[in-house]
């Protein structure tokens, strides 16, 4: 009882933060976004026809009018039709997110996962061989731009390179062998940027804590290095852990997937956002930048309710 009250309380919190970004997002997309209104109409429109397509679009309204139309549209997902393909756009988001969620998934997981075992490793290993190697490659992860990799990634796994083992365009997931086959190369690429950043830190979370008295007295008391980095310290790093993944997840779904699927030509809401933003398809964007906007509200929500469950020492206040 005591927990649901506090997550009641702060969903309550988090309406005037929701409130605060869809008004952002609003003035910046909106109300002082691109004016449609000769892009409907074309050349020479009379004002009679500019004036009729003002009052469609709702440019003749007041702006609480305008705001609380666009609140009304976040919250039942009706954005209007495409102005490029005429297209609902909440049955666009629908069409096209599941193939974003299905392309970044393993790329994140794997990503997450495989930084910890990293930064556990190197960690373990401060300041040998070991740790050197694994903050190197890191170091190199980070410096590489992700559009670098992914084209070097197109390049050696496609025909040019003899290896032709995975296709470079594409997308198809009638069958779990076909997915496999078309997410394994933009998994890669996510996987080698995203261990650079992950692994750096988690090991720094990771070595503060290896400070901690606790973890020294579980050493003195001969605690196996396995059970003393799992339960002493990984234990105890699990907030800063769960915040990065659980507010990665808005910048990976969107900006992540954007750039992915651009360059790998896949269908998900990445690749319909960069269309939009080629043609100026407000509507589109609207949509796109409004939910990212309340997804990170309620991300931030998630967290701090999640705080209490992975550690029981938080105050519930």
Not at 7 to 26: E, M, N, Y
Request: net charge positive; charged share 15%; hydrophobic share 50%.
């Amino acid at each position: 009882m005591e927990m649901l009250q506090y997550s009641l309380r702060k969903l309550l919190a988090g309406i005037p933060l929701i409130l605060g970004v869809t008004l952002v997002s609003f003035l910046l997309m909106v109300y002082f976004g691109p004016d449609q209104t000769y892009t409907l109409l074309g050349k020479n429109p009379t004002p009679e026809q500019i004036a009729e397509v003002r009052a469609q679009l709702g440019y003749d309204q007041p702006f609480v009018t305008r705001y609380a139309g666009y609140l009304r549209e976040l919250a039942t997902l009706d954005f209007g039709s495409s102005h490029s393909t005429g297209e609902p756009v909440s049955a666009l988001l629908g069409r096209t997110a599941p193939v974003s969620l299905a392309l970044v998934a393993p790329g994140f997981v794997l990503g997450n996962v495989l930084a910890i075992l990293l930064a556990l490793l190197a960690a373990h290993h401060r300041s040998r061989w070991p740790d050197k190697a694994i903050m190197g490659l890191a170091v190199v992860g980070m410096s590489i731009s992700f559009l670098i990799v992914i084209v070097a990634f197109q390049i050696v796994f496609s025909s040019a390179s003899g290896l032709n083992m995975f296709p470079v365009r594409g997308w198809g997931a009638s069958s779990l062998r076909e997915y496999l086959h078309f997410v394994t190369v933009p998994t890669l690429a996510i996987v080698f940027v995203s261990l650079g950043y992950n692994t750096r830190f988690y090991r720094s979370v990771i070595v503060e804590e290896m400070t901690r008295d606790h973890v020294r007295t579980a050493r003195a008391f001969g605690t196996p290095p396995a059970r003393l980095m799992l339960r002493n310290v990984l234990a105890n790093c699990l907030i800063p852990i769960v915040t990065r993944i659980v507010f990665s997840i808005p910048l990976i779904a969107i900006s992540g997937s954007l750039i992915v699927e651009s360059y790998f030509g896949i269908p998900g809401i990445g690749k319909a956002t960069y269309d939009a933003i080629m043609v100026g398809d407000q509507p589109v964007l609207k949509a796109v930048v409004g939910l990212t906007a309340v997804l990170f509200v309620l991300a931030q929500l998630f967290v701090d309710i999640l705080y209490r469950a992975v550690d029981p020492r938080v105050s519930l206040q």
